[in-house]
């Protein structure tokens, strides 16, 4: 059992009632891997190795038509969960592809060692399972931002996410949002990375983010969430007198 592994799992909220005993036995069989950036985790149609839970770093789980064109699923940070959608101990193939968008360190269940656990481990095999079912409703959840929400709504709810922000939106908490490229960015809300440019710089214009260096800063994550539920943010209120 590495002692980083055995972390990683009390670091997942879904995790927390799950008693002691099963959480060492997954740590015993899970192993790391890690990602260089635009290292490919695992290709759809493969058959899978299992469970994958994000320590460090960022990835996208996207499909890919015939023509080459791309259709981005999902943006996947530490403590969230990817695999197979029919579960980890299946033999179906994956349905999307799993790609690095920053180094990244992920930790690796594999479907042999997870059917090997699962009767003794009933409680966190199915809180992990929970967490790979709920990553495929944030496909869904994609679709519906891409058909109904305009690119400020959507913008801001991928900063939200990449700022690490988990339904709290204190006003005094400034945080600073991890490196992805605008270009990465577009491709996580379907759109032109000039799009987003000129879409940052304005929410920078009015206080709603800041810059430190090279990095983007929310100042105002309150108002960011507005704009993420598609309200009315009063954005005047966010701007420095």
């Known amino acids: 059992m590495t002692v980083e592994g055995y972390a990683l799992l009390r670091r997942i909220p879904e995790l927390l009632r799950v008693p002691e005993d099963e959480i060492v036995r997954v740590a015993r069989v899970a192993k790391f891997r890690s990602l260089r950036r635009k290292e490919v985790l695992f290709v759809e149609s493969n058959q899978p190795a299992g469970l994958y839970l994000v320590e460090s770093g960022w990835l996208k789980t996207f499909r890919k038509s015939c023509a080459g064109r791309e259709v981005l699923l999902d943006v996947l940070g530490p ?54 079912f709920r990553s495929r409703r944030r496909c869904v959840d994609l679709a519906v931002e891409l058909a109904l929400h305009d690119i400020d709504s959507r913008l801001a709810s991928l900063l939200l996410k990449l700022a690490g922000y988990r339904g709290e939106t204190d006003s005094s908490i400034r945080r600073v949002v991890q490196v992805l490229s605008q270009q990465d960015m577009a491709s996580a809300i379907g759109t032109a990375r ?28 309150a108002v960011l969430q507005s704009i993420a539920l598609g309200q009315q943010a009063d954005v005047s209120a966010a701007c420095p007198a």
Do not use: K, Y
Not at 96 to 103: D, G, H, K, V
């Open 79 to 132: 403590v969230e969960a990817v695999g197979p959608c029919c579960g980890p101990a299946s033999n179906c193939t994956f349905g999307c592809s799993a790609q690095a968008l920053t180094a990244a360190r992920v930790l690796v269940v594999n479907g042999a060692d997870w059917r090997a656990i699962s009767a003794d481990c009933p409680s966190a095999c199915a809180a992990l399972t929970d967490m790979l």
């Open 194 to 221: 000039e799009v987003v440019t000129r879409h940052v710089a304005r929410l920078v214009d009015r206080g709603v983010l800041g810059r430190s260096g090279r990095r983007i800063v929310v100042n105002q994550p």
